[in-house]
């Protein structure tokens, strides 16, 4: 869309006519999220038009972009926009930092009306509330013992599995120092590290998944939803948390989560850093 038109922009004004091989040329936005100050946050591409993609073709373009994740969006008369989230090796069902930069794209430079998106674990709220976008992912995660010992390597003190619905290894160390001073990361999936910065209102954190192409991330959304899921298996059914993450990248970014009966809400605010035209 280009801002304040609510014009599509899959199809520039003058651009020729797609060839035989289907080349076209779309535009991806290419955003910060979960800034913190302005500064820094986790770098993601969107595209609002997937006409001729196949999963192969969203998979070349995550790729080589090579962002921890790219958004593809599919919005079609009477439906709600469906995301398709690829990391530069993989498909996700499910990730935050994709999710809340969609929403920002829709609400703030395209046309407006949706106030849900559609991905691999099913509807996701998006809402906007002051300078911070925010969604309300499904909150049905089920908390299991760890099936890895990267707990006991890294010293947590608490170790759970949260099922993401792939599996989110969540271990709680002593101190943000802990989290801080971690080398190699580990080879054990989708692993979260964190600690409490401030008991009861902020913590440090740090994600990995290099076996899925991303060996560490400056801010991750879904992440933050398997916290709260493992601090509400702790007895801990309702909370609110400001989350930094990605310092040790040089890319502070902030990460707002609030949780309870109801459900949980992840937030935060949003930067664009430039519009890249792709002719693929």
Known sequence: WEEGTGRGLGAPSGAPARSARFRHMRHCYVLRVFTRNGEGGNHLGVIPDVTGLTRDGMQSIATELGFSETVFLDWREGGNPYARIFTPATELPFAGHPLVGAAWVLTRMG???PDCIECGVGDVGIRNVGTATWIDPPFDQTVSPPS????????????CEVAMPLPYLVLELRSPQDVSVIGRPPDDGFVYVW???ERGQRIRARFFAREHGVVEDPATGSAAVAFAASMRERGQPSGSVVIHQGQEMGYPSRIELTWDEQGVHVGGEVARVEVRVLDV
Do not use: F, M, N, Q
Request: aromatic fraction near 6%; charged fraction near 20%.
């Open 111 to 113: 046309p407006g009306g």
């Open 148 to 159: 890895s010992e990267a707990g006991e390597r890294l010293g947590a003190i608490h170790a």
């Open 195 to 197: 600690a409490w910065e």
